[in-house]
């Protein structure tokens, strides 16, 4: 099963407007990670939270851990209709055969002009 | 730096053939992964390979196999396709295996269409 799940499955919002995701995931993890990834595209890189840290910021994202919840949320301020994309969060799973970096089913953002 | 490569960008292939992917990974990065990715089940772990081993592997049927030369290039095969095999399919490259404390960076993938 998936470690993460994001939580809404699809968000429509208009420019200017802020977007908040949420991942919550299942079993403890050293640190979370989200990424973009437009229609029929690979996914990009966005922000890197480690398991110690609460809150970092990179431009207009803002992403939040609360590990007692096992859960984080990505925040995009301002948005624009170039952020119109998937939203996946992605957690290092760890089992017998060894880790893997597992993702979410994401979020599917339409921004709106 | 150049990025990470897929070839090819799009496939059709007819159910019981076999298919090879191919992936470059970015210069220096001796890691790479690969995810299969469809509407129903999202993205799902396939394998990683580190310096020309497989790391870890997913489940999936032995019909899905994959391995990694020397220059850290690899390739995955899926013999015997079948419709439910059509997906994008991912690969990822990474400086380290097995852990996680750095971005994986993606190629923009292969379409395979199993008809």
């Known amino acids: 099963s998936q470690q993460g799940e994001e939580d809404p499955q699809a968000l429509s919002i208009q420019e200017g407007e802020n977007a908040t995701m949420n991942c919550s995931y299942k079993t403890s993890i050293n640190n979370l990670q989200w990424y973009r990834q437009n229609s029929g595209r690979g996914l990009v890189h966005l922000i890197l939270?480690?398991?110690?840290?609460r809150e970092k910021h990179s431009g207009r994202l803002r992403v939040t851990l609360d590990t007692s919840k096992k859960s984080s949320s990505l925040l995009i301020t301002a948005s624009r209709a170039a952020d119109t994309a998937s939203y996946f969060c992605?957690?290092?799973?760890?089992?017998?055969?060894?880790?893997?970096?597992?993702f979410g089913e994401g979020t599917q953002l339409t921004v709106n002009p | 730096k150049a990025g990470v490569t897929q070839t090819p960008r799009y496939l059709i292939k007819t159910r019981g053939q076999q298919v090879t992917l191919s992936c470059s990974p970015i210069s220096g990065h001796r890691s790479v992964s690969w995810y299969q990715q469809t509407p129903g089940q999202g993205l799902q772990f396939l394998f990683e390979?580190?310096?020309?081993?497989?790391?870890n592997k997913g489940n999936f049927p032995g019909r899905f196999s994959g391995r990694q030369f020397s220059n850290s290039r690899s390739e995955m095969n899926v013999s015997t396709l079948e419709l439910g095999d059509s997906a994008l399919y991912l690969c990822?490259?990474?400086?380290?295996?097995?852990?996680?404390?750095?971005?994986?960076?993606f190629g923009n993938g292969t379409r395979l269409t199993v008809t």
């Open positions: 992605a957690t290092d799973y760890r089992e017998t055969s060894g880790s893997r970096l597992t």
């Open positions: 390979y580190f310096s020309e081993t497989q790391r």
């Open positions: 939270i480690r398991s110690n840290e």
């Open positions: 990822a490259s990474s400086l380290k295996w097995g852990t996680y404390n750095s971005p994986l960076h």
